[in-house]
């Protein structure tokens, strides 16, 4: 330490001397004891007061600049050195340095602003306002054949890319191209690995998964996939997952996917529909991922039905029924269901035996796996008489859905079971479905489900409840008296928040319930009338002339 304390207090007086071999012998002297003590070396330079010294030391014509940034590199290593750094005033002449054309000054200050910036958001932020990014790439494109500055840049990249106030400035760069470039001049795993680390970032940006789609991308991963798909070391496992997984992020964005799609003919959406049949789990994921992706407007589900997909998907889900791989049986009804929205797909789906493979899956005990399955029923149903009657009679669906529906740890699963009872009913407006939920004991939950945060799911609900009402009354009355529905119902009336719908099926189902005697008492007693009577006043044309008749009801019958 002796030493390093003569180094510096010489160089304290070289620097003002400015002889060039002197402060170059003092610097190899520093970084000789960084090397052995890097955390006792640089507490000893900062105590010395060294550190405001150096950044006028950075500069581009001085042969010490590298030793410099190099120093500066290895003292932040050290957590409690950065912010010494930072308040030194070291960032701006290290950013002036990335314009230099000497790479052993740009690797050890891309090293330094590296180390500087490690974990520290802030930090990161204060380099991409100052314009760092295009800096970057550009010298990427420029040194991509020098691997040690390649790789500065890479790290760079990926420490940038996780924040999002950096996508704007990599959107407005040629990213995408240099990094395609990069990539196809690579043989070895880790290299691959280390501009997929960027690429997956970069990737969550709309803008960008279209250049990177348009500068090839695509059949970069697509080489990886056909190279790894009978790989069994782990390497090439590795490199197969992180491929599919990048080609399937692409497919996110709207621009990026429909380019792919090519209307069905497009030869990346043919590659992706065989990964379907394949026999390794992770192609199988991606490739049901991709369909879902692809299925996310009315024309290219209609395509997609239309030329055989839905029987993939449903030999795919009877290979995982028993046993199965979670992800993939996620992914096969993720699939399924959007390709069930448009309305001329799902009588030609539940033709196609859709219904019958996805109840297979009803004995899963997994969140995931339920709360698809069961948002696949819904859309399937929706406005589908025969299947919302074949379902809603389905002793076991049944049974299932009202058991979801108290999966209060689950939020997702039980509204969607709620919604699914819900529309069973509404849908096939059948007496023997709701037979079959109120034996059994689902109406309890429908009456909750009326008090949802959620307009759509109240509206459902009540929706559901007046069916009740009209079909079975003396069967659900007592079921109707235990869940409180005359309370619930007075508070939507009189709660001014709730939506003009809400309050209009209240008041039918108000209507409704009148035919049963201990329900009729309870309206009395918490005197709707008056409540009924303020809605005659609504803005809302249909709600004042329901409440005209309701009121009519009444007073008709108190």
């Keep these: 330490m002796d030493n390093l304390s003569d180094a510096l207090e010489k160089l304290k007086l070289a620097s003002t001397d400015s002889t060039t071999d002197s402060v170059e012998s003092c610097l190899d002297c520093l970084l000789k004891a960084l090397v052995n003590n890097n955390t006792e ?3 000893k330079i900062q105590e010395m007061g060294v550190l405001p010294m150096l950044p006028t030391m950075l500069t581009p014509q001085s042969t010490c600049t590298p030793k410099v940034a190099n120093i500066i590199a290895e003292m932040a290593k050290n957590e409690f050195m950065r912010s010494a750094c930072v308040e030194a005033g070291l960032i701006p002449p290290l950013i002036q340095l990335l314009n230099s054309t000497d790479q052993e000054v740009l690797l050890q200050t891309g090293r330094a602003l590296g180390n500087i910036c490690y974990d520290s958001h802030s930090l990161q932020g204060q380099l991409i ?19 040690a500055l390649t790789e500065m840049c890479l ?57 990177l789609v348009e500068a090839g991308l695509v059949e970069c991963l697509l080489e990886v996939v056909a190279q790894t798909i009978d790989g069994e070391r782990e390497e090439e496992v590795a490199q197969l997952k992180t491929a599919s997984d990048l080609m399937v992020l692409l497919l996110l964005g709207d621009e990026s996917m429909q380019k792919l799609f090519e209307g069905g003919k497009g030869s990346v959406f043919q590659r992706v529909l065989s990964w379907i049949p394949s026999h390794n789990h992770q192609l199988q994921l991606a490739g049901a991922l991709a369909i879902a992706n692809f299925a996310r407007n009315d024309g290219n589900c209609i395509h997609m039905v239309d030329t055989g997909i839905v029987q993939k ?21 993720s699939a399924l269901r959007n390709l069930a929205i448009p309305v001329v797909n799902k009588s030609k789906m539940l033709s196609s035996g859709v219904a019958d493979v996805v109840l297979k899956f009803l004995q899963s005990e997994m969140p995931p796996v339920q709360f698809k399955l069961l948002g696949t029923l819904r859309m399937l149903i929706d406005t589908q008489v025969e299947a919302a009657d074949q379902l809603g009679t389905n002793a076991k669906l049944v049974e299932r859905l009202v058991e979801w529906c108290e999966a209060k740890d689950h939020a997702g699963v039980m509204g969607e079971s709620n919604r699914l009872l819900s529309a069973l009913i509404r849908h096939s407006k059948s007496k023997e479905v709701v037979k079959m939920v109120i034996q059994g004991d689902g109406v309890k939950h429908l009456v909750t489900m009326a008090t949802s945060e959620h307009i759509i799911m109240q509206n459902e609900a009540l929706v559901a409840l007046g069916l009740i009402a009209a079909l079975d009354l003396v069967a659900a009355e007592k079921h109707f008296v235990a869940a409180d529905l005359v309370a619930v119902l007075h508070k939507l009336l009189s709660d001014e928040r709730s939506a003009p ?22 309206v009395q007693t918490r005197a709707f009338i008056n409540v009924v009577s303020k809605l005659r006043s609504h803005e809302n044309k ?12 009444l007073t008709a019958q108190s």
């Design 501 to 522: 719908e809400i309050k209009y099926n209240s008041m039918i189902l108000i209507c409704a319930v009148m035919g049963s005697e201990p329900l009729h008492k309870e």
């Design 129 to 147: 306002s100052m314009g760092v990014i295009p800096t970057l790439v550009k010298l990427l494109g420029v040194h991509s054949h020098n691997t």
């Design 542 to 553: 249909t709600v004042s002339h329901q409440a005209s008749l309701t009121e009519q009801r």
């Design 313 to 333: 998907l449903l030999e795919l889900l009877d290979r995982h029924v028993v046993e199965g791989n979670v992800t993939v049986q996620h992914a096969a009804l």
């Design 41 to 43: 070396a640089s507490a």
């Design 155 to 211: 790290i760079a990249f990926g420490n940038l890319a996780e924040l999002e106030s950096s996508k704007e400035q990599f959107a407005s760069t040629n990213i995408a191209e240099e990094l395609v470039c990069l990539f196809q001049k690579q043989t070895e795993h880790e290299k691959k690995e280390m501009i997929f680390e960027v690429l997956a970032p970069l990737a969550e940006n709309d803008v960008i998964k279209l250049q």
